[in-house]
């Protein structure tokens, strides 16, 4: 068969997404749903980091970051890109913003776009679970710093530094004795 | 031949109204339909008890059979017993001990969730900066990346590290804990030796 894998046709999508989208029940039905993750979308594209509930910013992340993926996949120059470009993004500065910017900021990355984290529990509050949605490379201070580990290069020089001076200690002993 | 007929017409007429009656339901409906109304009527029915008691109460013995209800009154001590616990037996009231203290500022947070205090200071700072990144930006067309300048921040733009991106001026000063960049030495310093460059006229 010459015929190309479908799957192949369509950048996939680096996060996990549920097999089944939320509803989120809306008055004016999937066309309101799809007008109110467009909003949570640019918003995201616009600030690159976010505080939503969970359920709108985890649907929202995949919308996010397939329309990321398809921008680095086929560029500009792409008519069903920026038809999606122009549906998803509803300020239009944003355009060129994930053309000229996201695109080149996320070429050369291997893992996915955006990053979720959980938003703490305020006591007593509504118990809605609260996360921070934030595009990855963005200028603000970071929310999760790196735990330190035995394999940083530091920490390396700093556990050799300090066997030798053990070692030293013990050959002066040693010598006293 | 004279009753028949009349009886004919009064069940004719009793249809009649029948009929009226829905067709007044579904126009301008108020509580059950008319024929539901009248079946829920009380209706006198007379048995004669001691004919059917005695057998009703065989057919339940036999293959009748009543619903799961309660046999005894639960005592209230019992019930309080059942919804709260006891203190010293099951449904403890424990303390929560889920909880890590945070390696920067020292407040506990729950695992697997950013330290309230930390997160705190950072939404703080991260909304001055989006404030002024989109004032910044406005609505042109968004071509470059942001860089933050805090105030009273001086830009060195010799080393070409601001080249093909927009400075954005945070009215805030830099925090402590926000370093510029690890990497390199230092960008931004507080000395006179450097230009100050407005954003007007980078790029």
Known sequence: ?177 | MMARLVEHLCSELRLLAGAVDTLAWTLWPKGPPPMMAAAALPVPVQYNVEQISGSLLEDLKEEGFLWAVPKSRRSRERRLTRKFGLENKHKKMLPYRKLLTCDDCGHVHEPGRLCPNCYGENKKITQAMQEAMVTMQGLNPVEYEAVPVFKGEKVNTGDGFHEGKRIFEVPTERPKWFSNRLTVKSNVTTSSDTTVVKPTNLA
Do not use: C
Request: aromatic content about 8%; hydrophobic content about 35%; charged content about 30%.
């Open chain 1, 1 to 177: 068969m010459n015929q190309a894998e479908i799957r192949k046709l369509i950048p996939a999508v680096r996060v996990a997404i549920n097999a089944k989208h939320r509803k989120f029940s809306n008055p004016k039905g999937p066309e309101g749903r799809l007008t109110m993750l467009r909003k949570t979308v640019t918003e995201l594209v616009k600030l690159e980091r976010v505080e939503l509930n969970y359920q709108r910013g985890d649907e929202a992340r995949g919308y996010a970051e397939r329309l990321i993926a398809m921008a680095i996949k086929h560029g500009d120059r792409h008519i069903p890109t920026m038809e999606m470009a122009n549906y998803w993004l509803t300020e239009k500065q944003l355009v060129h913003k994930l053309f000229k910017v996201l695109a080149v900021r996320y070429k050369d990355h291997t893992e996915s776009y955006t990053k979720l984290h959980k938003a703490p529990n305020i006591y007593p509050g509504f118990y809605r679970e609260r996360v921070v949605l934030e595009l990855k490379g963005n200028p603000f201070p970071p929310l999760e710093k790196k735990n330190s580990s035995h394999n940083w290069i530091h920490n390396i020089l700093l556990e050799e530094a300090h066997q030798d001076y053990i070692r030293k200690k013990l050959k002066e002993g040693e010598r006293s004795n």
